[in-house]
Nanobody, 125 residues
Framework: VQLQASGGGLVQAGGSLRLSCTAS????????VGWFRQAPGKERAFVAV????????LYEDSAKGRFTISRDNAKSTVYLQMNSLKPDDTAVYYC???????????????????WGQGTQVTVSS
């Protein structure tokens, strides 16, 4: 299984970006998909996660109301729509997939098995 994250770039504060995470290979092994980010000098942190059928989502507090996670299973792709971006959102964004072994939506890195390579998001002030 491989995950490919894309869609990052440079944007001004208040702008928007849509990140994509496309899975290839044995995609049936992936259940929930999450987004994490790592800012310079900081540890990687949870951003959002979506359930297998897309009906359930979970966001970290700073993403609520600004970011929307969604998925198109026919395209094996998960999206992260990011609006009202702030300089504090600057980070490398990673997508990750789990195997659905928990009954809750995973928020911790070690709950995920598959990881994409990351895409850089830079928000200028």
């Amino acid at each position: 299984v491989q995950l490919q994250a894309s869609g990052g770039g440079l944007v001004q504060a208040g702008g928007s970006l849509r990140l994509s995470c496309t899975a290839s290979g044995a995609t049936f092994l992936i259940y929930r998909v999450g987004w994490f980010r790592q800012a310079p000098g900081k540890e990687r942190a949870f951003v959002a996660v979506i359930s297998e059928n897309g009906e359930d989502t979970l966001y970290e507090d700073s993403a609520k109301g600004r970011f929307t996670i969604s998925r198109d299973n026919a395209k094996s792709t998960v999206y992260l729509q990011m609006n009202s971006l702030k300089p504090d959102d600057t980070a490398v964004y990673y997508c990750a997939g789990d195997r659905g072994r928990s009954s809750w939506l995973p928020r911790m890195e070690d709950e995920y098995v598959y990881w994409g390579q990351g895409t850089q998001v830079t928000v200028s002030s």
